[in-house]
């Protein structure tokens, strides 16, 4: 099992290596650069000028050496300075990822609390009209445009209160914060709820379908307790394994809400930063998301090893 | 001794008086003003967008600027700022600005005229110190050099006489820079001497200036600080004005459509309807056949329904004109009978289009046998949608017209390599002077003509207007381009926007400028009635 | 192999297993929720194929006097701001979605099929360097890569499906190949191998067409997801561009503007596009169901 782990920490390791090539090197085929936008912005075209700029930024030298310059950078934890505010990139990015790991987290949570149980009351009342109506429920969930799921739910806000679930002043404490992000939280979880529900769901009726839950049942055990003792603990595994898919799904899910919602976070941030082609927030932004990834599916498979004693060991 | 003639010379008292009503001013609070995107930075000589003038202009001062109380920018709306009084010499190339003295930079060194030298030397190119982009450098083409005469005094040598370079100095892209900050540092932290300091920027989020106490006109600002707050979805900005989340929207941010939608939900806001000074226009490259020949340029030019455009995309409310703004908001716009003598300006649009296709059914083009090409733009809904109004209007001439979207940084570059044929472009003017629009659009050395049009008669006349002192004058040699412009297809003008911006009736003292959105956000004498 | 267990079924319930229509109306009493899904999917299908004879107008002619008319008269969903006719729209908007959706599914199922294949198959460092290339494309949020992906190839209909196209192709692959590993054990490709049939005739022979069903289970489950991403994408000005009637730029652009003042701008597309991913996702649910026999309920 140690080698195991070992292997599976070494290959995650390469993953990374991939992922940092990967990334730098579709940056840099996104078509124009910085200065290509600065100029834009500005509505001139000036050769030398924005020849002096790529210079100025390093862009004008053979692409190994800009990679190399990152990732020795990136050794010694030094970020480099972002394009557009010239501040450290370490400075713009640390601050936003409390942000979006709360409303992340927020979100989880709320789609475990609403997908987990309606998963299982839709197995355990299997093909009745509340199964029909959950599964409908929740396949809708995952029908609706995150954006528009969002601005409804906006809207709704300020026609009926008069007030705007949204980021505008600092959040006074942290109850304040989590209220401002519940909002948000609910909307991308409601989605993310959708998967889980549905997992659940099938999960536990496979597991309600085995032969020790049989014989739990004819030993005479409740119904209830034969349904939420013995066939939810077994359900939960699979669950464990969407959840550390979702943390890649929900960052998704995030870009369009934190748009919405306006909320300053890492994954709007993202999508501004491609926007200017600010590589070092781009490529350091991914990485870190990818980090947050591997790291959480391989503790995925850890938890999968330490708790499935049928896994074997070989990949 | 030098002879001068005093051409305006405006008291400090003058401030106080007249276009606000007398009633108290409440100091104090903070304004809260939404933005719409991220700006590059805060530096305005590295500049050219709205989005960078709103949040900085606060910042800074210039030596003259566009009185922040009338709603239209002209020569007789210019008043002093950091220049107590200005003075033209005899031969009209010399203009020496007296200085406000005791004035400090937020950080508390004197500002003197050396200062202002550094920042023309800076936009001339002379200094050590160097912009990244200097957009706006065409603007002082004529400018041979700043003088310093004593700690308070500073005279602008020309080349030859240009009455519009006050007009210039006025625009709120014309602020003073300090020598002893450099460019890189204005960017990330300017240093002014504006009514507010500039506090925190935070990308992508906010922007935050507080008041500045030792603002050298006393007693102002009112406010004790701005926050800008970057919101990127419209949809979220709207209804977090309509929630009064905000005091103010961004600049022409609420469109015509958008405005029945926040009148109904906030029925009390302040919404002003104003042109932007940006016209959708037509870009045709004539090095590319069969655009080569001037015919079918000229059948382009005469298939535009204008009005149609003005119908769908305004509502009615864009005004048609040539390359400067239309009156009556603009000061240079032409006569309705100057302006329909122009080709594909007469009123009857039927028998235009009638002689377009008449034009190209003699070049052999009919309804089976199309002339295709492609309509580029940029990949944004205020350049696509009258794209495609475009195509369908160039049916009518057996031109069947593909839309080709540019991702849009990359806009500029690809006109400027020429690597188009048909184009639907967006051109904004920082002030409302022939000596901006057409050096900057239409000259052949500036860095903003990315359409590279160069006509050498043109340049005669654009000069000619430069250097002539009697606007009336002026403003017939300004016709006379207009319908060399038109007569070149150099760039169509379709139509001149206009937009809406609102804010919540307890603000106060603001006032929207109508010939320009650059100039108008000093802020120094608005304030919250709450 | 997996219907096998539903052939049972049927022959149990004493159905006459042959007549296609008894199976049929079994199908549709045993996945009540699966057949409406089917049925919104074959609507949308024929209207996008039949675009031309469902539209009532030209979806790309402007007009100035028809500029937001409301529902009603020749305009029976109403017109956009720019005049156009909404139901014509939304029903060459159903051609795009349509293309968007199947293109992108059936491209990046297509690439999957290939790489897992291969890599399930022959294994050793193919299997390891794709696994790695793998791992690496799924550490990226879908809709990251699909940005980056829209952003460098250039905003048009065709690039908008390579873009949303590529996410899905490590998911299919990593499928595929687990697939494969079991398959290579089977008794019949052992069988193959001792007759001496070439690798990649086995592979493509033997293991390919059993890998099937799970595709088919995986590409109906994309389907929804890929016009959403789309609808995403226009929403951060990526998505497919004009003079295409792309549900996703339709709803995203007039949601801003006219919800109040011209709410059937956005209540239709919205509606053809949820109802649209609402059919592929109870249609995928039932095909997951039927062929899934681990997931079978």
Known sequence: MATYIIRRFFLMILTLIGMSILIFVMLRLVPGNISDILFDAAGMVNEADKARLEAELGLDKPIIVQYWTWISGLMTGDLGYAYVSEKPALDEILP?????????????????????????????????????????????????????????????????????????????????????????????????????????????????????????????ASTASVNYNHALRNAVLPVITIIGIEAAFLIGGLIVTETVFNIPGVARFLVEAIRWRDYPIVQNLVMFIAVVTVVVNFLVDMAYVLLDPRIKYDD | ??????????????????????????????????????????????????????????????????????????????????????????????????????????????????????????????????????????????????????????????????????????????????CHVNAATMRTKPIGTGPFKFVEFKGNESITLARNENYFRKGLPYLDGIEFKIIANRSTRMLSFVSKDFDMTFSSDVTIPLLKDVKSQAPDAICELHPQYVSRNLIVNEKSPPFDNPKVRRAMALAIDRQAFIDILTEGQGSKGGAMLPSPEGQWGMPKEVMEKMTGYGPDVAKNQAEAQKIMTELGYSASNTLKTKISTRNIAIYRDPAVILIDQLKKIFIEAELEVVETSLWHAKV??????????????????????????????????????????????????????????????????????????????????????????????????????????????????? | MATADHQAELTRAGANINSSWSRFT??????????????????????????????????????????????????????????????????????????????S??????????????????????????????????????????????????????????????????????????????????????????????????????????????????????????????????????GVPEPHPSWGRMLSESAAEYVRTAPWLVIFPGIAISLAVFGTNLLGDAVRDILDPRQRS
Not at chain 2, 47 to 61: H, W
Not at chain 2, 91 to 119: M, R, Y
């Open chain 1, 96 to 220: 936003r990822i409390p942000v979006t790991a709360k409303l992340a987290l927020l979100a989880l949570i709320f789609s475990v609390l609403i997908g987990v149980p309606l998963g299982v009351i839709s197995a355990v009342k299997q093909d009745s009209i509340l199964d029909y109506s959950l599964r409908v429920f929740s396949l809708s969930g995952l029908s609706l445009p995150s954006f528009w799921l969002a601005l409804l739910i906006l809207m709704a806000f300020v026609h009926y209160f008069g007030w705007i679930p949204i980021y505008t002043d600092k959040p006074a404490s942290i109850w304040h914060e989590i209220g401002l992000l519940s909002i948000p939280a609910l909307a991308v979880g409601f989605r993310a709820s959708a998967l889980i529900m549905r997992l659940t769901r099938s999960s536990m009726l496979e597991v309600l379908r085995q032969d020790y839950i049989r014989t739990a049942r004819a030993k005479g």
């Open chain 2, 1 to 178: 001794m030098r002879k001068t003639t005093t051409l305006a010379v405006a008291a400090v008292g003058v401030f106080a008086a007249a276009t606000l009503p007398a009633f108290a001013q409440k100091s104090g609070g903070i304004l809260k003003v939404q933005h719409r995107d991220n700006p590059a930075s805060l530096s305005v000589h590295e500049e050219a967008t709205v989005s960078v003038q709103m949040p900085a202009m606060p910042i800074f001062s210039n030596l003259v600027l566009f009185d922040q109380q009338k709603k239209l920018q002209s020569v007789d709306s210019i008043t002093p700022e950091l220049a107590k009084s200005w003075a033209w010499d005899d031969s009209k190339t010399k203009l020496t600005f007296k200085l406000e003295e005791g004035v400090k930079w937020h950080d508390g060194k004197p500002f003197t005229a050396a200062d202002v030298k550094c920042t023309f030397d800076l936009l001339l190119g002379k200094s050590k110190d160097r912009l990244r982009k200097n957009p706006r450098a065409i603007w002082y083409r004529n400018v041979k050099d700043v003088t310093v005469n004593g700690d308070a005094e500073v005279t602008f040598v020309l080349e030859k006489p240009q009455p519009s370079l006050l007009t210039m100095l006025a625009s709120g892209y014309s602020p003073i820079y300090p």
């Open chain 3, 105 to 238: 599914t059936v491209l990046g199922c297509f690439f999957g099929v290939i790489i897992g294949l291969l890599s399930g198959y022959y294994g050793g460092w193919l299997d390891l360097i794709t696994q790695r290339f793998i791992d690496i494309m799924q550490a990226l949020p879908l809709l990251v890569m699909a940005l980056l992906m829209a952003a460098s190839l250039g905003p048009s209909l065709e690039n908008t499906i390579i873009a949303i196209s590529i996410p899905i192709i490590p998911h299919v692959a990593r499928v595929i190949r687990s697939n494969t590993l079991a398959l290579r054990e089977m008794p019949y490709v052992e069988a193959a191998k001792a007759v001496g049939m070439s690798e990649t005739k086995i592979a493509f022979r033997h293991v390919l067409p059993n890998t099937i069903a799970p595709l088919i289970v995986l590409g109906t489950a994309q389907l929804g997801s890929a016009i959403l991403t789309e609808a995403s994408l226009s929403f951060l000005g990526l």
């Open chain 2, 416 to 530: 400027a390599r020429r690597d188009y044929t048909v184009g639907m472009n967006l051109t904004g003017v920082g002030a409302d002077d022939p000596d901006v629009n057409f050096v900057e659009n239409y000259s052949c050395k500036s860095e903003r003509n990315y359409t590279q049009y160069c006509n050498p008669e043109a340049e005669k006349l654009i000069d000619q207007q430069s250097t002539e002192a009697d606007v009336n004058k002026r403003r017939e040699l300004v016709w006379k381009i207009e319908a060399l412009l038109n007569e070149d297809v150099a760039r169509p003008i379709i139509y001149h926007d206009k937009s809406n911006h609102c804010w919540h009736p307890h603000l106060k003292g603001f006032v929207t400028h109508h010939n320009g959105i650059y100039s108008n956000w000093r802020f120094e004498k608005v304030w919250l009635d709450k």
């Open chain 3, 26 to 103: 079994y199908y549709v009493r045993r996945y009540p929720l699966g057949a409406a899904g089917a049925l919104i999917v074959i609507a949308f299908v024929v209207i996008a194929i039949f675009a031309p004879f469902f539209a009532t107008l030209d979806p790309t002619t402007t007009n100035a006097r028809t500029s937001l008319a409301p529902p009603g008269g020749q305009h029976f969903l109403g017109a956009d701001f720019m005049g156009r006719d909404m139901w014509s729209r939304i029903v060459y908007g159903a051609r795009i979605s349509l293309m968007v959706g199947i293109g």
